[in-house]
């Protein structure tokens, strides 16, 4: 599975921007998909998860996120979006969408796949 990663900006706190990872290679549906993000000097962090179909379909976020993001699926385009409102600038980080094949997990080792991160700034 191949994944990209694209809608990163620039964008004021307060502000909405919406992520896309489109998967290559093998059919989606059968994988669970989470973001996780890294900011300078940070280890990398969960953000939202989104489980196979056949385990429901269910999403998962983190109490820094929840209420705020919204992860989707859309099958027919092989493509999971993460639209995220009322951005903070502690939100600015690099987001990258990962895979893997089977049911959701907050823990990125459980991921095998990997896209190439999508730089998100929020200015105060």
């Known amino acids: 599975v191949q994944l990209q990663a694209s809608g990163g900006g620039l964008v004021q706190a307060g502000g909405s921007l919406r992520l896309s990872c489109t998967a290559s290679?093998?059919?989606?549906?059968?994988?669970?998909t989470g973001w996780f993000r890294q900011a300078p000097g940070k280890e990398r962090e969960f953000v939202a998860g989104?489980?196979?179909?056949?385990?429901?379909?269910?999403?998962y976020y983190p109490d820094s996120v929840k209420g705020r993001f919204t992860i989707s699926r859309d099958n027919a385009k092989n493509t999971v979006y993460l639209q995220m409102n009322s951005l903070k600038p502690e939100d600015t980080a690099v987001y990258y969408c990962?895979?893997?094949?089977?049911?959701?997990?907050?823990?990125?080792?459980?991921?095998?796949?990997w896209g190439q991160g999508t730089l998100v700034t929020v200015s105060s």
């Open positions: 290679g093998r059919t989606f549906q059968s994988y669970a």
């Open positions: 990962a895979a893997r094949y089977g049911t959701y997990s907050d823990s990125l080792n459980a991921y095998d796949y």
């Open positions: 989104i489980n196979v179909i056949w385990s429901g379909g269910s999403t």
